[in-house]
């Protein structure tokens, strides 16, 4: 019983320092994504919003258990991406992409990446911390 | 031997540096210049030894533990508020789907979540009054410094009204009239239309500005508490914050985010 209460302090200590943390998401993602898993999505680039307070990119997904399904990819704001290195060219409809995203908690074709590794074309691009 | 004497030396002269370093003056800093851009510096690490909540973000003394520090103990309304209160973020989190945040339809943050949020602001020190200008939202406050009394009965406003004076080299804010429907921090900690904030702005050095509030809002919380000390640190312009870009929110683009994006991935609806 102490260790679960020592658990919660610490796991809620943890999350009171991760609070300001590299990256922002106004409306938070932890409860939406499992940010303890990754999966890989491959497919075409069907759209990219690069737009406030969060970009979107939309996949239609030739491999895995989502091919077939057009999976929509949770990104961070303009601002806090092109401070990553990345721009509004960055992803072109009909790209090859494949990314490495937190899956939605719910199962859908949805994921997160807010600071990911990702791979245009054959051509691997990383975050700027 | 002649690598002994090497070394001997060279560590003579590593200590003399840290000496001198040490020595070293503290740059010099004008107390009461807050102009510029000031970024995130976090709370300061005393906030660590405080921490005594619940998973659910409860203090063993009936108080919140909010993004501010811990509160004072809750009313019973302040509970009710509390756990009224969907948050997509913090320790009572539900999916950003099922959350009744306004901020998730870009309605405004208002003063005290810009604060908290950690996005830069540029401070702007006028004559009559020092505006503070957030680059999350590109929105702007001021504080009157031009003798006014603080006015009752004002608002709401999100950014509330603001009367200010100088307490020795300490900038004292008073802020009334923030509009109840915003929220203290991201994590859904709530306050009543009749907060006062008292803000303490304090630059400790040539790089930190340091911000204490006490909250006095008697609906929510039994008495009057005082905030964790949050340090902003001086932005340079080769600092990732050193220019302030625009960060707004459009309804029409939050709107098209939630449906297509935000909504499906806490399967609140088919995709």
């Not at chain 2, 002269?13 to 020595?23: E, H, M, N, R, T």
């Not at chain 2, 740059?27 to 709370?43: E, M, Q, V």
């Given at each position: 019983?102490?260790?679960?209460?020592?658990?919660?302090?610490?796991?809620?200590?943890?999350?009171v320092?991760?609070?300001?943390?590299?990256?922002?998401a106004?409306?938070?993602?932890?409860?939406s994504?499992?940010?303890?898993?990754?999966v890989?999505?491959?497919?075409?680039?069907?759209?990219?919003?690069?737009?406030?307070?969060?970009?979107?990119?939309?996949?239609?997904?030739?491999?895995?258990?989502?091919?077939?399904?057009?999976?929509?990819?949770?990104?961070?704001?303009?601002?806090?991406?092109?401070?990553?290195?990345?721009?509004?060219?960055?992803?072109?409809?009909?790209?090859?992409?494949?990314?490495?995203?937190?899956?939605?908690?719910?199962?859908?074709?949805?994921?997160?990446?807010?600071?990911?590794?990702?791979?245009?074309?054959?051509?691997?691009?990383?975050?700027?911390? | 031997?002649r690598?002994?004497?090497?070394?001997?030396?060279?560590?003579?002269?590593?200590?003399?540096?840290?000496?001198?370093?040490?020595?070293?003056?503290?740059?010099?800093?004008?107390?009461?210049?807050?102009?510029?851009?000031?970024?995130?510096?976090?709370?300061?690490?005393?906030?660590?030894?405080?921490?005594?909540?619940?998973?659910?973000?409860?203090?063993?003394?009936?108080?919140?533990?909010?993004?501010?520090?811990?509160?004072?103990?809750?009313?019973?309304?302040?509970?009710?508020?509390?756990?009224?209160?969907?948050?997509?973020?913090?320790?009572?989190?539900?999916?950003?789907?099922?959350?009744n945040?306004?901020?998730?339809?870009?309605?405004?943050?208002?003063?005290?979540?810009?604060?908290?949020?950690?996005?830069?602001?540029?401070?702007?020190?006028?004559?009559?009054?020092?505006?503070?200008?957030?680059?999350?939202?590109?929105?702007?406050?001021?504080?009157?410094?031009?003798g006014?009394?603080?006015?009752?009965?004002?608002?709401?406003?999100?950014?509330?009204?603001?009367?200010?004076?100088?307490?020795?080299?300490?900038?004292?804010?008073?802020?009334?009239?923030?509009?109840?429907?915003?929220w203290?921090?991201?994590?859904?900690?709530?306050f009543?239309?009749?907060?006062?904030?008292?803000?303490?702005?304090?630059?400790?050095?040539?790089?930190?500005?340091?911000?204490?509030?006490?909250?006095?809002?008697?609906v929510?919380?039994?008495?009057?508490?005082?905030?964790?000390?949050?340090n902003?640190?001086?932005?340079?312009?080769?600092?990732?914050?050193?220019?302030?870009?625009?960060?707004?929110?459009?309804?029409?683009?939050?709107?098209?985010?939630?449906?297509?994006?935000?909504?499906?991935?806490?399967?609140?609806?088919?995709?």
């Amino acid at each position: 019983m102490k260790t679960r209460t020592m658990v919660r302090r610490w796991a809620f200590l943890a999350l009171v320092l991760a609070a300001p943390g590299a990256v922002f998401a106004h409306h938070g993602t932890g409860a939406s994504y499992f940010q303890d898993r990754t999966v890989e999505i491959k497919g075409v680039v069907t759209e990219f919003l690069w737009r406030n307070p969060h970009s979107a990119l939309f996949i239609d997904v030739t491999e895995g258990p989502f091919k077939g399904q057009n999976y929509a990819v949770e990104l961070n704001s303009p601002g806090v991406m092109m401070r990553q290195g990345w721009t509004k060219k960055q992803f072109q409809p009909g790209d090859d992409v494949v990314i490495h995203v937190h899956p939605s908690r719910a199962g859908t074709a949805v994921g997160e990446c807010l600071s990911c590794t990702v791979v245009v074309n054959g051509k691997e691009t990383k975050p700027r911390q | 031997m002649r690598t002994r004497i090497l070394g001997l030396s060279s560590f003579i002269a590593v200590g003399c540096a840290s000496i001198a370093l040490a020595q070293q003056p503290a740059a010099s800093f004008d107390a009461k210049d807050l102009n510029g851009i000031w970024g995130r510096g976090g709370a300061s690490p005393s906030a660590a030894n405080q921490v005594k909540a619940d998973a659910r973000g409860f203090l063993p003394d009936g108080g919140l533990m909010t993004e501010w520090g811990p509160s004072s103990p809750l009313t019973p309304k302040g509970l009710a508020q509390v756990n009224a209160n969907k948050s997509g973020k913090g320790p009572r989190q539900v999916p950003p789907a099922f959350a009744n945040d306004l901020l998730g339809d870009a309605n405004p943050p208002g003063l005290l979540r810009a604060l908290v949020y950690g996005r830069p602001f540029q401070v702007i020190v006028l004559p009559d009054k020092i505006v503070q200008l957030f680059e999350w939202t590109r929105v702007w406050r001021e504080i009157w410094m031009d003798g006014r009394k603080p006015l009752e009965d004002v608002g709401p406003f999100w950014y509330g009204m603001s009367v200010g004076r100088w307490d020795g080299n300490t900038l004292v804010a008073e802020t009334t009239g923030l509009d109840a429907r915003a929220w203290m921090d991201q994590w859904g900690s709530p306050f009543s239309d009749v907060l006062k904030v008292t803000e303490r702005w304090r630059r400790t050095s040539k790089d930190n500005l340091e911000l204490t509030m006490t909250i006095d809002d008697p609906v929510m919380y039994a008495k009057p508490w005082t905030t964790t000390p949050r340090n902003f640190r001086f932005q340079t312009k080769d600092m990732p914050d050193g220019e302030m870009i625009e960060v707004i929110f459009a309804p029409v683009d939050e709107q098209e985010f939630n449906e297509r994006v935000r909504n499906p991935a806490g399967g609140a609806i088919a995709k």
